[in-house]
């Protein structure tokens, strides 16, 4: 699971960025000061790091500068500051985005989600192993295997690629032709009357009632969400 960083001396703010990271599979960790912030950065265990520019003890500024001297991970500033020239000093330190408060979270979880692929792309750390969990259900993406409540299911390849594509993207919704285009991509023959056919397949085999979802839910008129 990816570990995100949040240094900032807003309690409120603080909070409701973790739970909202967290709500989006990530596991967060709040530095309310500019010296805690600093010394837990530098231990190297995180995959994002959010930073406020006004902070006791050490300004976002010199955290900045001073995590990109000696790490090469992403980077976001989230700040009240909204002048071009700070946006321009944040990011001329070393900054990977700037995010301007009042914000929000869902864009946020995106920015950070974003910048996740991007690096693990560019310098080829993205993990071969990965577990994605949400409440009883547990897939585990090295061995394409599936848990609910402890047994391991068998899917289909896509119906496997739906499940993860859906859990990985918690709370968001998304069309049928969104899905189709996913999995089957554009040039697949057939229609998106297949993606309700196989979710409900995918149904079936996770939830305890599929007339009253707990994960795959149905917006009407739209599509699908994955409730986390």
């Given at each position: 699971m990816k570990q995100i960083l949040i240094i900032e001396d807003d309690n409120n703010i603080a909070e409701l960025e973790k739970d909202y990271l967290e709500l989006n599979g990530y596991t967060a960790e709040i530095a309310r000061d500019g010296n805690t912030g600093i010394k837990n950065a530098l231990l190297g265990i995180y995959d994002v790091?959010?930073?406020d520019l006004m902070l006791p003890g050490k300004s976002g500024y010199d955290i900045v500068k001073e995590i990109r001297d000696k790490l090469e991970i992403p980077i976001i500033i989230v700040s009240a500051k909204n002048e071009d020239i700070d946006k321009i000093r944040g990011l001329g330190f070393g900054?990977?985005?700037y995010l301007t408060k009042p914000f929000s979270p869902a864009e946020l979880a995106a920015r950070v989600k974003a910048h996740i692929i991007r690096y693990e792309r560019l310098s080829g750390k993205k993990s071969a192993y990965e577990i994605i969990t949400h409440k009883s259900l547990e897939i585990r993406t090295d061995s394409h295997k599936v848990f609910v409540r402890?047994?391991?299911?068998?899917f289909t390849t896509k119906e496997y690629e739906l499940l993860v594509f859906l859990?990985?993207?918690p709370n968001i919704v998304f069309t049928k032709e969104q899905l189709f285009d996913s999995i089957w991509g554009e040039d697949y023959y057939g229609d998106t009357a297949t993606v309700a056919v196989h979710i409900q397949k995918i149904r079936k085999k996770i939830?305890?009632?599929q007339t009253n979802p707990e994960y795959i839910e149905t917006i009407w008129g739209t599509g699908y969400r994955f409730n986390s």
């Open positions: 790091i959010i930073v900054a990977d985005d402890g047994k391991e299911v068998i859990a990985s993207n939830e305890k009632d």
